[in-house]
């Protein structure tokens, strides 16, 4: 019994160890690089990835992150700052179609739909990340989604060489029980993208042909940035 309680204590050391350090590296990777402000994202245009979200969660009621998600990326593309975006999200069963609804939530809103680049494969942020690159050929690019979720995915795009800053999207009202949740799911993630990228070297689970973006694309978007 004494043992067990050892290993079950020795176990608990290591996760909470894991935990902080996964969270310290993924701060400190994206320090100075997530905005909120659309004034604040500096520099030369780039391609924006949004990462996937869907408009409705498994019980039937509205993903609440959904419409932030959207506008943060309409303000994004309105300001000039980001001239093509790269809607990415899972679409691995028929019913389920993340890029779609982001496509059509971006249209509606008034953005070109030649302007948005659907990556139906982006079934994790790492997915999503590791895609930009290889399939869309983006070195440096502006992460849209909510600063938690932002953050990581700029350390996972700097863990394959990619240039990332993020713009914020607002945070919905939660319930307590709900934000808690998300806070554990979060931190749970970082661990999982911290082995991801240091350990496992784990490697998206499609690739394919590579998708242009920019004036010879075929889809619109002339002079757009690599």
Not at 9 to 16: K, R
Not at 51 to 75: D, Q
Not at 204 to 226: A, C, K, N, T, Y
């Amino acid at each position: 019994m004494r043992r067990l309680i050892k290993l079950l204590a020795w176990g608990l050391v290591v996760s909470v160890v894991m935990i902080l350090a996964a969270h310290l590296m993924v701060e400190s990777s994206a320090d100075g690089k997530t905005f909120t402000k659309v004034e604040d994202v500096v520099g030369e245009p780039r391609v924006a990835v949004v990462l996937g979200c869907s408009k409705t969660l498994p019980n039937g009621n509205a993903n609440r992150f959904f419409p932030k998600r959207i506008s943060a990326a309409v303000e994004l593309f309105k300001s000039g700052r980001s001239p093509a975006l790269i809607v990415s999200g899972d679409n691995s069963r028929p019913d389920y179609d993340e890029p779609t609804m982001m496509k059509d939530a971006l249209v509606a809103a008034g953005v070109p739909a030649d302007r948005v680049y659907c990556d139906y494969a982006g079934f994790r942020t790492l997915d999503s990340m590791a895609r930009a690159k290889e399939i869309f050929g983006q070195q440096r690019i502006i992460i849209v989604s909510q600063r938690f979720h932002n953050e990581r995915a700029i350390y996972l795009a700097r863990s394959r060489g990619i240039d990332a800053v993020g713009f914020n999207a607002k945070d919905p009202d939660l319930t307590q029980l709900t934000a808690l949740k998300n806070a554990v799911r979060e931190a749970l993630a970082r661990v999982v993208a911290l082995m991801d990228a240091n350990i496992c070297r784990t490697q998206p689970r499609f690739l394919g042909p590579q998708i242009r973006i920019g004036p010879d694309s075929g889809v619109g978007g002339e002079g757009l940035p690599r």
